[in-house]
């Protein structure tokens, strides 16, 4: 599905990623963890096309998506959960979920994505007439979540979902990102949260310092020594 090779992006003469290598097969729920400054926007938002690579190949069903213009990005089947929501905050929910499914392909099935994003999340239904600033931060990331699934994307991108929620929604945002990956949509989730991400991901990789340094499953790269050394320090003792 995608596949990203020796990717390298750069702010002006600062170097942020380099050699970064990763894929995401059909269904599959990847999650990439790192401490912050690892790269971990940076990465996510090149695979979306808001940030231009240096090098390095990235293709999605064997299409070249580095030659892509950044507003091709959703059309090719990719749709991004950004860090921090970044809804229209005086347009209604309803008014923020519509603006996701301009896609051509999900134009037509523009209801039946409200109704799926509806029952995914209830509590959205009850507001579909509030303005989006008006909801709680837990309510507003099921917002951008939503908005986001109307794309009817066959990848859906994370950055950072359960960023400023409480313990519970934290919970109940992971629970149901496990359900939209159940029901067929692939997830590449960047989170900083390891242990809750790690605990619904099939596979994950290790970024520190713009490069990937430990990669297998969930379970592999939560028992690796780089993971403790990357979050605690040299040595990875608390």
Not at 47 to 58: C, E, K, Q, V
Not at 73 to 96: D, K, Y
Not at 121 to 146: C, E, H, T, W, Y
Request: hydrophobic content about 45%.
């Amino acid at each position: 599905m995608l596949d990203v090779a020796a990717l390298r992006v750069d702010y002006g003469a600062a170097l942020a990623l380099w050699n970064v290598s990763l894929s995401i097969g059909d269904g599959e729920l990847v999650c990439v963890v790192g401490p912050n400054g690892a790269g971990k926007t940076t990465l996510i938002n090149a695979i979306a096309g808001l940030h231009r690579t240096t090098s390095g190949r990235m293709t999605m069903d064997g299409r070249d998506l580095t030659r892509l213009a950044p507003h091709r990005f959703c059309g090719a089947g990719i749709a991004l959960v950004p860090e921090g929501r970044r809804l229209f905050a005086r347009m209604s929910v309803r008014e923020n979920l519509d603006i996701g499914s301009h896609r051509r392909a999900a134009r037509s099935a523009r209801q039946a994505s409200l109704d799926a994003v509806c029952a995914l999340f209830p509590a959205v239904r009850d507001k579909l007439d509030a303005p989006a600033g008006s909801l709680s931060g837990g309510q507003q990331q099921m917002v951008a979540i939503g908005r986001a699934l109307m794309a009817k994307p066959r990848l859906l991108l994370l950055d950072e979902p359960s960023l400023g929620l409480s313990p519970l929604m934290v919970q109940a945002m992971f629970g149901a990102i496990r359900d939209v990956n159940d029901a067929g949509t692939a997830v590449l989730l960047v989170e900083q949260n390891v242990t809750t991400a790690l605990a619904i991901a099939d596979r994950a990789y290790l970024l520190e310092e713009g490069h990937v340094v430990a990669q297998g499953s969930a379970s592999e790269v939560l028992a690796h020594p780089d993971l403790r050394r990357a979050y605690l320090g040299a040595g990875g003792e608390a």
